[in-house]
């Protein structure tokens, strides 16, 4: 009797660490969406009080028109994990740029305060 009860409460826990383990998978790794997006490189920075990471801010609509930016534009936040990717950016700002980013579900701390995580850059003429 002892013997079914300690099993039954080693599966249990070892059934809540395999959940525990896929929600967290699910939560911060997992790719929700990728693709690129596209305006004027705004602001580029690195930041943190413990744990430094690079973050960023393009303008989006009708920056490529005319090179003005109106009121109601938008603004695309993003956090960049690769050092290689954010000196591109850090020697760019104020130009256009393409970049591909990576959707999670929700920012993990290590990698920045965004959802958006970018992984490669183009200069636009």
Known sequence: M?????KGLLVLFAMA????????YGKYFYTYSS???AGLLQKFSHKGNLIKTYEGEMILSRVAENRSVSGASEKFYF????????????????QMVIVHYKQKNAPLFLHGDSEYLVDGVKVTP
């Open 17 to 24: 660490i395999i959940i525990s383990g896929i929600l967290i």
């Open 2 to 6: 002892k013997r079914g009860i300690k």
């Open 35 to 37: 693709g690129y997006q």
């Open 79 to 94: 956090s960049v994990t690769s050092k290689t990717i954010a000196n591109q950016l850090d020697t760019i700002q104020g």
